[in-house]
């Protein structure tokens, strides 16, 4: 047999080669082929089998054979009660976690009564103001039972405390709530941009939540470290691998700084993964994220204890990756984006519905979305061995390559100082804007290609249903949040906002201040409202 | 005859934090030989009218996808007739059903683009419709 470089230059040359450009879709090129010369490192350093150190295996002994990953699809729309319906249906119907996605005023802190919040409320998820509204949003739904992920961020504090006090209610103790916010405050300024105060308070608050998670709701996730919306925002595979692993090390740091021990809030430290359409890529990034988290927890930061060590992810299908055109195509690009992610190793799934690029998704279609994964789980067979790719020439030689690539990057960021002051420079913003133009200037040049937008294209689309939100919910919302607000008790809420200041002032944990102002109907916007006043406002310098 | 290098102003509405169409717009609006300023996120009306003024700025270009482009287009429109520069125009672009196109159309809003649109026909669509102030 011929070595590689002989194959190259002989059987390889006098075949013939389509006029392409043979890269991902984040322009890294490939091979025409990989073989055991590509291979680097050894099986027990670089790979080991599952569920033992590195874990690019997988994190778990046993993977899928022992547990399927959660199916957990992102629901939320309108009022509360709109939005507690659309649960119980997908609870119905074999979804075993709930995924919450709140409207943008909520998001960015602003009661659904603040002039900001005119347009927007219920628009792009649920509106929560209140105590009450969070008391509507679970109602009926047992929080021992079934695990709840929040999509928040900048409020996430309030909406915590807003969650375990429901919790209370139901009469079910704080340690055993489980669930995770997303309380990803970096990745907001580089990517997702729905913040209050700059960077530096924002990163305190944040690991107050993972000092109080650790000691009072130890089920909880605190943060769940979100490379998601820096994928969105129109990064390569492995800027999202970077950024993301470099805003994990910089939540570890400062706990560790604040005193805490890392092996007694690393376990509970979660990941959130974008799973773009191109399929080779995407497994490779998820191996190559499993085995950084685990180099750097071990090396860097000396965990002990395994569990430390093992990246345990949330995965979404791209919601970039959907068109609006031939929208139905739609269905087989999250079907195979899910399928990348399972064949990655992630805990927990969703996937998109066909019509998210045109308005929220309506019944039908976050049905058919959900039954893809269980199409993949129960008739693909794909779960029945663990990590199928591992081995393969071309998929370890990517993994290596992305590691490579990203911890580039990681080292760059350290000799600027670390995350915070590389996002107060505007230098991953920057990348991840070269990258989203460099990417839509090849769409348009027709080098990287979507069907049915740049090529296939038809004139006509099929009409599909869309959900429309009723314009009519703001109204009532407002009203509601208004009426709430006058019979409250004044006083208690003056005193809550007072202690809450104090905190902001000093160096105590702002959560049982917020917890208490919860109790005693504080809404989101008030207490986003005392960030603000003491922490200051970030504004967007809008870098292009 | 030598054209005044036009102004645009290219501006995301709302609380809506989406901004890499925007950027892409602003960069390729750039590449086209337009002077571009980019307002940020998180901007309201107000705020929108105000720079469009003080930039003296012949187009406004606005990106949502939070779906309050019903509320927020025609805001800005009216505020601009309201500083004097109802002749700036404005397009905009994001994720917004044909209806309600039709009807910002009619708002006054020149242009809609909607996701797919190439950055080339937006950059053709503004030296073909935008002509400089007076």
Known sequence: ?544 | MADKRLRILVAKPGLDGHDRGAKIIARALRDGGFEVVYTGLHQTPEMIAEAAVQEDVDAVGLSILSGAHMTLFPEVIKLLKQRGAGDVAVFGGGIIPDDDATRLRELGVREIFTPGASTEDIVKWVHENVQARQ
């Not at chain 1, 992920?149 to 405390?161: D, F, Q, R």
Request: glycine share 6%; with cysteine; proline share 4%.
């Open chain 1, 1 to 544: 047999m011929s070595s590689k470089r002989e194959w190259l230059e002989t059987t390889y040359k006098q075949a013939s080669e389509r006029p392409v450009r043979f890269s991902t879709i984040s322009d890294m090129e490939l091979a025409a082929l990989y073989t055991p010369d590509d291979a680097q490192g050894g099986y027990d350093e670089t790979l080991a089998n599952p569920g033992e150190y590195p874990y690019t295996r997988g994190v778990y002994g046993s993977m899928y054979r022992g547990r399927l990953w959660t199916m957990r699809q992102f629901a939320g729309f309108g009022l509360a009660e709109d939005t507690n319906a659309r649960f119980h249906y997908l609870l119905s119907q074999g979804q075993d976690g709930l995924s919450t996605a709140f409207d943008m005023p909520t998001l960015m802190g602003y009661d659904a009564d603040h002039e900001r919040a005119q347009g927007e409320v219920g628009r792009e998820g649920v509106s929560v103001s209140s105590l009450q509204d969070m008391v509507r949003l679970f109602d009926k739904i047992p929080l021992d039972r079934v695990t709840t992920s929040m999509t928040v961020n900048c409020s996430a504090s309030v909406l915590l405390a807003m969650y375990l006090i429901v919790a209370e209610r139901q009469g079910i103790p704080w340690d055993r709530v489980g669930g995770t916010i997303q309380n990803d405050m970096l990745k907001e300024f580089i990517a997702q941009k729905e913040w209050i105060c700059p960077p530096r308070p924002s990163l305190r608050i944040v690991t107050d939540m993972i000092e109080f998670c650790a000691r009072k709701a130890p089920r909880w996730h605190a943060v769940s470290i979100s490379g998601y919306h820096i994928r969105e925002a129109g990064s390569t595979a492995v800027q999202e691998l970077a950024f993301t692993i470099a805003d994990g090390l910089c939540y570890v740091e400062e706990a560790v700084r604040r005193g805490l021990a890392v092996d007694d809030f690393a376990p509970r430290l979660s990941f959130f993964w974008n799973i773009h359409n191109d399929f080779l890529e995407e497994v490779a990034k998820l191996r190559a994220a499993r085995r950084m988290w685990a180099r750097i927890m071990k090396e860097r930061f000396g965990a002990k204890n395994p569990r430390s060590m093992m990246l345990r992810t949330h995965a979404q299908t791209a919601g970039a990756s959907l068109t609006a055109q031939q929208p139905v195509n739609n269905v087989v690009r999250v079907a195979l984006q899910a399928m990348a992610g399972v064949l990655g190793g992630v805990q927990s799934l969703h996937t998109n519905s066909m019509d998210e690029t045109l308005a929220l998704p309506t019944e039908q279609a976050v049905t058919v979305a959900l039954r893809t994964q269980q199409i993949i789980a129960e008739e693909t067979g794909i779960t029945n061995t663990i990590d199928p790719f591992g081995g393969s020439y071309a998929i370890e030689a990517l993994t290596d390559r992305i590691e490579h690539d990203a911890m580039e990057y990681i080292r760059r960021l350290d000799e600027m100082g670390g995350m915070v002051q590389a996002i107060e420079t505007g230098y991953p913003q920057r990348e991840i804007a070269e990258a989203a133009f460099h990417y839509q200037r090849q769409l348009e040049k027709g080098i990287k290609t979507i069907v049915g937008v740049n090529k296939y294209s038809v004139p006509e689309e099929l009409p599909i249903d869309t959900l429309k939100i009723d314009p009519a919910i703001e109204e009532r919302q407002v009203q509601r949040v208004r009426k709430m607000k006058r019979e409250r008790n004044s006083l208690a809420v003056r005193e809550a906002l007072a202690r809450v200041s104090e905190a902001c002032r000093s160096n105590e944990n702002l959560m049982e201040p917020i917890l208490e102002a919860v109790r005693r109907e504080v809404t989101v916007g008030e207490i986003s409202e005392v960030f603000r006043t003491e922490f200051g406002v970030y504004r967007d310098p809008g870098w292009i």
